[in-house]
């Protein structure tokens, strides 16, 4: 029998149900956000060898997005497929799809293990890692990985969670690993004397307590889909229609790691460890932009896909005009915050003068187009919701392959203010893409779902 709770995902006002169920998960995507940051801000402030420290751990971030990429590439492939088969009452498929999903977690997460151990320090070099800030990247890394099992399970099962209906679960998924990051974080740091391998301890230790949690909850009493042994083979239909349905997400994150190479040698060639060091504080900023709105539209999506599954169009529109125009809200507040008071969100990384300037000027510039980026957001999450893996998929390549990769090493070439020339890559694509995906949604919307007749 279905659960009450899942069951209002087709029944509640749309309003109080997007409340429901993304103000918790933008709650997680905050908290979540801790897991990424907090490392940065302590480390930043480290006596003597903050802002070399910092850039070192910032260089990091292309694995650990490689590693959080496919953990969406799972979790966010096969739990709107789940919401769907729940939609039309077919419980026995769904828990079929999270059984073959938690065993792809599995082993994708041994061989990211293995890979990256071995190869961290050739890839920090390629990053953009100097001799100064090397070892403390691979200080980090090689710490971090051994936990990278932890991190698959629990971000990629926690998407089928939230599709079940339970965000408030799935928003204590992370709260509880996040608490215990923040607690140890410090005492690892500074009072044990560990410096970046302390973070990097404290960082894979709350992240077991979160897969521990996941997995008690989907194994447990008050869950819709359950995690069974039965379901732990894999079936190859199963498997293709989730990795194309996540592709898109796999894209959007995986890609965040080559933007982060690309900007890191072309800012190490023109500007330094300062300019990498800035990259890695916007890095951060980024993160505190997208981790809400990721929250957003994961609280929009069981709605959006159960209802689609269910084909009550009505209720498919409600939500997604109620998303689109948070979203925008939120991006224009963003952007707003950002021209007038840069220094407000850098100053919680660094605490050189020389740093936070240089960081403040260029934010002005990276955010830039950050304004329209609700509609992209928005859009692009629809399509995934929906089911509609291609158009995601070419989304996600056009903005940061097509546009932004290639602008990075472009602008220089006709900019004589180099620096200047590689954040400037980053706006211009942001309006080009936007603007993109709101014309394909517009006429996908009016001939899929506006013409669909009232229920």
Not at 208 to 226: E, Q
């Given at each position: 029998m279905e659960s009450t709770v899942t069951n209002k995902l087709g029944t509640a006002p749309i309003g109080k149900l997007l409340a429901d169920l993304?103000?918790?998960?933008?709650?997680?995507?905050?908290?979540?956000?801790?897991?990424?940051?907090?490392?940065?801000?302590?480390?930043?402030?480290?006596?003597?060898?903050?802002?070399?420290?910092?850039?070192?751990?910032?260089?990091?971030f292309?694995?650990?997005?490689?590693?959080?990429?496919f953990s969406s590439l799972i979790g966010m492939?096969?739990?709107?497929?789940?919401?769907?088969?729940?939609?039309?009452?077919?419980?026995?498929?769904?828990?079929?799809?999270?059984?073959?999903?938690?065993?792809?977690?599995?082993?994708?997460?041994?061989?990211?293990?293995?890979?990256?151990?071995?190869?961290?320090?050739?890839?920090?070099?390629?990053f953009g890692a100097s001799s100064e800030t090397i070892d403390y990247g691979t200080s980090y890394m090689n710490i971090y990985v051994l936990g990278t099992v932890f991190v698959m399970i629990s971000l990629g099962m926690n998407p089928f969670i939230s599709a079940q209906g339970f965000a408030k679960i799935s928003m204590l998924t992370v709260t509880i690993g996040a608490v215990i990051n923040i607690i140890l974080d410090p005492i690892f740091i500074f009072l044990l004397n560990m410096g970046v391998p302390g973070a990097a301890l404290a960082t894979i230790i709350s992240q077991g307590v979160s897969c521990l949690w996941v997995l008690k909850f989907l194994t447990g009493k008050r869950t819709v889909l359950k995690l069974k042994l039965k379901f732990f083979k894999f079936n190859r239909h199963i498997i293709s229609s989730v990795l194309a349905l996540g592709l898109a997400p796999f894209i959007m994150q995986s890609t965040e790691s080559l933007l982060n190479i690309c900007f890191n040698t072309s800012l190490q060639r023109y500007g330094g460890d300062l300019a990498v060091g800035a990259m890695t504080i916007l890095s951060s900023m980024m993160q505190i932009y997208?981790?809400?709105?990721?929250?957003?539209?994961?609280?929009?999506?069981?709605?959006?896909?159960?209802?689609?599954?269910?084909?009550?169009?009505?209720?498919?529109?409600?939500?997604?005009?109620?998303?689109?125009?948070?979203?925008?809200?939120y991006s224009f507040s963003f952007w707003l915050l950002n021209m007038i008071f840069p220094q407000l969100l850098?100053?919680?990384?660094?605490?050189?003068?020389?740093?936070?300037?240089?960081?403040?000027?260029?934010?002005?510039?990276?955010?830039?187009?950050?304004?329209?980026?609700?509609?992209?957001?928005?859009?692009?999450?629809?399509?995934?919701?929906?089911?509609?893996?291609?158009k995601s998929i070419f989304l996600a390549l056009f903005r940061k392959i097509i546009l932004l990769i290639p602008l990075i090493f472009i602008l220089p070439l006709f900019i004589q203010d180099k620096v200047f020339a590689v954040f400037l890559?980053?706006?211009?694509?942001?309006?080009?893409?936007?603007?993109?995906?709101?014309?394909m949604f517009f006429f996908f919307f009016k001939k899929k779902i506006l013409k669909k007749p009232e229920m």
């Amino acid at each position: 029998m279905e659960s009450t709770v899942t069951n209002k995902l087709g029944t509640a006002p749309i309003g109080k149900l997007l409340a429901d169920l993304a103000l918790p998960s933008i709650t997680a995507q905050i908290i979540n956000m801790l897991y990424n940051i907090v490392d940065r801000i302590y480390i930043g402030h480290i006596e003597d060898i903050g802002p070399l420290a910092l850039t070192g751990v910032g260089l990091t971030f292309p694995i650990i997005m490689i590693i959080t990429a496919f953990s969406s590439l799972i979790g966010m492939g096969g739990s709107p497929r789940a919401s769907m088969k729940l939609g039309e009452k077919n419980q026995p498929e769904a828990e079929k799809i999270l059984g073959n999903c938690f065993s792809l977690l599995i082993v994708i997460s041994i061989i990211l293990t293995v890979f990256f151990f071995i190869f961290s320090r050739p890839l920090l070099f390629l990053f953009g890692a100097s001799s100064e800030t090397i070892d403390y990247g691979t200080s980090y890394m090689n710490i971090y990985v051994l936990g990278t099992v932890f991190v698959m399970i629990s971000l990629g099962m926690n998407p089928f969670i939230s599709a079940q209906g339970f965000a408030k679960i799935s928003m204590l998924t992370v709260t509880i690993g996040a608490v215990i990051n923040i607690i140890l974080d410090p005492i690892f740091i500074f009072l044990l004397n560990m410096g970046v391998p302390g973070a990097a301890l404290a960082t894979i230790i709350s992240q077991g307590v979160s897969c521990l949690w996941v997995l008690k909850f989907l194994t447990g009493k008050r869950t819709v889909l359950k995690l069974k042994l039965k379901f732990f083979k894999f079936n190859r239909h199963i498997i293709s229609s989730v990795l194309a349905l996540g592709l898109a997400p796999f894209i959007m994150q995986s890609t965040e790691s080559l933007l982060n190479i690309c900007f890191n040698t072309s800012l190490q060639r023109y500007g330094g460890d300062l300019a990498v060091g800035a990259m890695t504080i916007l890095s951060s900023m980024m993160q505190i932009y997208s981790l809400p709105i990721t929250g957003l539209t994961q609280g929009a999506q069981p709605i959006i896909s159960y209802n689609y599954g269910a084909k009550n169009i009505p209720r498919v529109r409600k939500a997604f005009r109620l998303l689109i125009t948070i979203a925008v809200s939120y991006s224009f507040s963003f952007w707003l915050l950002n021209m007038i008071f840069p220094q407000l969100l850098v100053s919680i990384f660094s605490s050189t003068e020389e740093l936070t300037s240089i960081t403040s000027w260029s934010a002005r510039i990276y955010f830039a187009g950050i304004i329209i980026m609700g509609v992209q957001n928005s859009c692009q999450q629809t399509f995934i919701a929906l089911g509609q893996a291609k158009k995601s998929i070419f989304l996600a390549l056009f903005r940061k392959i097509i546009l932004l990769i290639p602008l990075i090493f472009i602008l220089p070439l006709f900019i004589q203010d180099k620096v200047f020339a590689v954040f400037l890559a980053e706006p211009i694509s942001d309006i080009i893409a936007a603007t993109t995906t709101g014309i394909m949604f517009f006429f996908f919307f009016k001939k899929k779902i506006l013409k669909k007749p009232e229920m």
